[in-house]
């Protein structure tokens, strides 16, 4: 089933995939990681002023790497405002995503820690580093196939 923010985007001729709606009525569609920067401009000015959240997930032990963005168009008047999540799905080798930190500041950190936790690289944004690991840390902890250094399973705890 096709969303109005679906419909709108195939009338301007923009890429994308609809995937349907969420448990409560959000439209998700999954845009292209090449697509995302020009799409994000075109989804502000079209009126998705509000950044909620950023997050990434890893979708399957060696398989595809995902960042998720729910966005908001803020409207006075309006008790209902309008949402739309969007997710890019990038290969986990050499993952990289355009980031949208110059369309919505409060990008900034969640990008960060969506590098830093599941090693997506977000194509220039202006302060791609850690933010919850130690410099020196070695992988990105919350990959499905992640390994601690060090780590000893105890065996036969009672």
Same mark, same amino acid.
């Given at each position: 089933?096709?969303? &109005?923010?679906?419909?709108?985007?195939?009338?301007?001729?923009?890429?994308?995939?609809?995937?349907?709606f969420?448990?409560?009525?959000?439209?998700?569609?999954?845009? !292209? $990681?090449?697509?995302?920067? /020009? %799409? @994000? =401009? %075109?989804?502000?000015?079209?009126?998705?002023?509000?950044? &909620?959240?950023?997050?990434a997930?890893?979708v399957? $032990?060696?398989?595809?790497?995902? /960042?998720v963005?729910?966005l908001?168009? +803020?409207?006075?008047?309006?008790?209902?405002?309008?949402? =739309?999540? %969007?997710?890019?799905?990038?290969?986990? !080798?050499?993952?990289? +995503? $355009?980031?949208?930190?110059? =369309?919505?500041?409060?990008?900034?950190?969640?990008?960060?820690?969506?590098? *830093?936790?599941?090693?997506?690289?977000? *194509?220039?944004?202006? &302060?791609? !580093?850690? +933010?919850?690991? #130690?410099?020196?840390? +070695?992988?990105?902890?919350?990959?499905k *196939?992640? %390994?601690? #250094?060090?780590?000893?399973?105890?065996?036969? @705890?009672?």
């Amino acid at each position: 089933m096709q969303g &109005r923010l679906s419909a709108w985007l195939v009338k301007h001729g923009l890429i994308h995939r609809s995937l349907g709606f969420d448990y409560q009525g959000i439209e998700t569609l999954q845009i !292209k $990681p090449e697509d995302w920067h /020009s %799409i @994000a =401009v %075109i989804l502000y000015v079209y009126g998705y002023n509000y950044l &909620r959240s950023q997050c990434a997930y890893d979708v399957a $032990p060696g398989g595809l790497l995902a /960042s998720v963005y729910h966005l908001t168009r +803020i409207e006075y008047g309006i008790d209902q405002p309008e949402e =739309v999540c %969007i997710k890019i799905f990038v290969p986990r !080798k050499n993952p990289r +995503i $355009p980031s949208i930190f110059w =369309v919505w500041k409060s990008a900034d950190f969640q990008e960060r820690e969506s590098y *830093d936790m599941l090693g997506i690289s977000y *194509d220039n944004h202006p &302060r791609l !580093k850690r +933010i919850l690991m #130690p410099e020196s840390w +070695i992988g990105w902890p919350l990959r499905k *196939d992640y %390994i601690a #250094p060090n780590f000893y399973e105890i065996q036969d @705890a009672h």
